[in-house]
C-alpha cells in the first residue's frame, strides 16, 4: 500500500524526487536548529529560547514515541537513493517537528503571511517524506496531529507556567533540563537502540542548550542590537556564526562518532555550547 501511495505521488507529481529530497532536508531539525540559531544570534534571545524549549520538547518526544511504538519504515526500495532515514516510522518526525515549529510562529507572530507560510512549509515537509519513500502516510497524518497537540497545550499553557516558573531562578531551571537530558540519555544507555540512531544528538542538545544557556548568562548577555544601528554587523554574525558552528561540527565528528551514544551526546552538547555561548562571546568581545 505505502509503494502505491509513494507512485501515485510520482505520478502525480512526476520528476520531482530530488526537490522533495531537497524539501525533506529542510525540514530536518538540523535546518530548524539553524534557524532558531540565527534568530538567537541577530533578533530576539527571549523568541528563540522559548521556541527552542518547544522545539526539544517536540524531537524528545518523537525520539520516545517512535521507541515505544516500534514501527518500520516502509520498504527501502521504495527509498529515494539519497534517503538513508534513522529510527523508527511512527510518528513522522519532520511532521512533527515542522508543525511544532511554523505553528508557534504562527501564533506568536499572528499575520497572514506568516499563516501562508507555515501551511506551505508543513504540507510540502509531510508530503515530501511520503514522496521519497521513507514513511507512511499515516506517520505523516499522526506527526501533524501531535504536532497541532504541542502547539496548542504551549499556547494555553504558557501564561500559567510563566507564573509557577517565576517562582525559581532561571539558572536551577536549567540545571534540571540538563539533569533530564543526562538522565534520558542514560535511560537512552541502557535500552535497545532503535536502527541506525541513539539518543546521543538530542541528549546532547538538550544538555549543551541548557549548560549554554546559563554561562552565556552569567558571563556574556550579549545584545541583539548592532553597534550603533549598523545592520551588517547582524549579517557577519550569522556568516561567521554559522562557518564556525558547522566548522567545530566537522572537526569533531570523526572524533566523537555517532556510534557510541555517549560519544555523539558530548559532541552535539559542545556544538549546542558553541552556538548559544561560545560564539555571543567572541562577536561580543569583538564587537561584531
Request: charged share 15%.
Amino acid at each position: 500500500m505505502q509503494i502505491e501511495i509513494t507512485n501515485f505521488l510520482k505520478e502525480l507529481l512526476p520528476g520531482l524526487d530530488d526537490f522533495f529530497f531537497l524539501i525533506s532536508q529542510i525540514g530536518g531539525e538540523i535546518f530548524l536548529i539553524v534557524l532558531l540559531l540565527v534568530l538567537y544570534w541577530t533578533h530576539n534571545k527571549k523568541d528563540a529560547v522559548l521556541a527552542s524549549y518547544i522545539l526539544i520538547t517536540a524531537i524528545i518526544s518523537n525520539f520516545w514515541l517512535k521507541l515505544v511504538i516500534a514501527n518500520e519504515r516502509p520498504p527501502s526500495s521504495s527509498w529515494h537513493p539519497s534517503a538513508d532515514p534513522p529510527n523508527y516510522s511512527t510518528p513522522s518526525g519532520h511532521a512533527q517537528n515542522s508543525v511544532t515549529f511554523y505553528g508557534w510562529f504562527t501564533a506568536r507572530i499572528k499575520t497572514w503571511w506568516m499563516v501562508i507560510i507555515a501551511i506551505i512549509m508543513t504540507m510540502l515537509i509531510g508530503i515530501s517524506r511520503v514522496y521519497i519513500g521513507v514513511h507512511f502516510l499515516g506517520d505523516v497524518l499522526l506527526g501533524w496531529g501531535i504536532g497541532l497537540i504541542t502547539v496548542l497545550l504551549c499556547i494555553y499553557l504558557e501564561e500559567p507556567a510563566r507564573n509557577f516558573l517565576s517562582r525559581y531562578e532561571t539558572e536551577s531551571l536549567l540545571l534540571v533540563l540538563m539533569t533530564i537530558g543526562f538522565l534520558m540519555t542514560l535511560l537512552a544507555a541502557v535500552l535497545p537502540p532503535p536502527p541506525n540512531d541513539n539518543f546521543g544528538a538530542i541528549g546532547g542538545l538538550t544538555i549543551g542548550f541548557a549548560l549554554g544557556l546559563i554561562l552565556e548568562t552569567r558571563f556574556v548577555d550579549f545584545s541583539n542590537e548592532p553597534y550603533d544601528g549598523q545592520k551588517w554587523r547582524l549579517v557577519l554574525r550569522v556568516l561567521f556564526g554559522l562557518v564556525f558552528v558547522i566548522g567545530v561540527m566537522a572537526v569533531l565528528e570523526p572524533i566523537l562518532p555517532s556510534e557510541e551514544i555517549w560519544l555523539r551526546t558530548i559532541r552535539y552538547s559542545l556544538i549546542a555550547l558553541t552556538g548559544v555561548f561560545v560564539w555571543p562571546a567572541i562577536f561580543k568581545r569583538v564587537k561584531l
